[in-house]
Nanobody
């Protein structure tokens, strides 16, 4: 079982930046892919970004492309989500996720986690709130 702990959420004005962090309890096959989902009030949970930890291949949702960046630390146990030029519509609970994806699939594995819906992610963090005011 992989435990995920998020940090870095908060409140910011539109145009501002926040950086979310997610630390996994260990790097195993269970966390071969890590990423972020978000859920805004009244909306379905959606994939935001994901990374294949061993190789660094990543995918970003079209809705945040150009504004959000996903990265990892050298130990491959922490994934970051840098969020720039935040908009009020980015207000949501952000969840870190991990999944035993197949690293051999490279970018396709990351895309599967971002675009495959909530069933694509096996392990979930407790969530961190991001609020963007206009």
């Amino acid at each position: 079982q992989v435990q995920l702990v998020e940090s870095g959420g908060g409140s910011v004005q539109a145009g501002g930046s926040l950086r979310l962090s997610c630390a996994a309890s260990k790097f195993t096959d269970s966390s071969a892919c890590m990423g972020w989902f978000r859920q805004a009030p009244g909306k379905e949970r959606e994939g935001v970004a994901a990374m294949v930890m061993r190789s660094g291949y990543s995918d970003i949702a079209d809705s945040v492309k150009g504004r959000f960046t996903i990265s990892q630390d050298n130990a491959k146990t922490t994934v970051y989500l840098q969020m720039d030029n935040l908009k009020p519509e980015d207000t949501a609970m952000y969840y870190c996720v991990a999944d035993p994806c197949d690293p051999a699939l490279a970018k396709i594995a990351a895309m599967g986690l971002v675009r495959g819906g909530v069933s694509a992610a096996t392990h979930w963090g407790q969530g961190t709130q991001v609020t963007v005011s206009s």
